[in-house]
């Protein structure tokens, strides 16, 4: 049974915690595509209150409040209707499009971290991700030759890409702003 964080939203759809630390949930191969929480924060469960989703309908949409690592050989279907992390999403290892896929309503994260990947060649299931508010960093990914997925977003303080297929830098939607470092 997969169990997902409940971050009670307020009705504009902007989350709030009532713990005090950050839970983290960890899908990899050991842990057969299922999430679990570690930390203080007590919540568990999902809410929908004000929340859209840009991918495909979702029934439930929901917000991370936390840190999310995913590692190679993960299944992501349980975040198809995932639309924000507050903290960092962690993806290590190999993992194509298809693999990556429940990401793809995901329209927000402080920290998007890409790493070691030698297999995905397009990042499709980050078409309507909007925001990296403080980081986003794709490294060790040599197949990664397609970042044009990337054209709706609107901020990142900080864009890395390093050591990946790509012949030139991505376009980001037209109302792009806030990069202090690339």
């Known amino acids: 049974s997969t169990t997902e964080p409940n ?54 949409p929901w917000v991370m409040q936390g840190d999310l690592t995913i590692s190679s050989g993960a299944s992501t279907e349980q975040y198809a209707c995932l639309t924000q992390v507050v903290g960092t999403l962690a993806i290590s290892g190999d993992a194509d499009a298809t693999a990556l896929a429940g990401l793809r309503n995901l329209q927000e994260v402080e920290r998007l971290r890409l790493e070691f990947n030698s297999v995905l060649t397009d990042l499709s299931p980050f078409a309507c991700l909007e925001h990296a508010h403080e980081q986003l960093s794709i490294y060790q990914a040599p197949a990664l030759v397609d970042a044009s997925a990337l054209a709706g977003l609107r901020s990142a303080a900080y864009v890395s890409f390093e050591q990946t297929g790509l012949a030139a830098l991505p376009g980001f939607s037209p109302e792009f702003s806030g990069l202090s470092n690339l």
């Open 7 to 60: 971050v009670p939203t307020t009705a504009s759809g902007a989350a709030s915690s009532s713990g005090t630390g950050d839970g983290v949930a960890t899908t990899g191969a050991g842990s057969s595509g299922s999430s679990s929480e570690e930390g203080s924060s007590g919540d568990t469960g999902s809410s929908t209150t004000g929340i859209e989703v840009c991918g495909p309908p979702c029934e439930d």
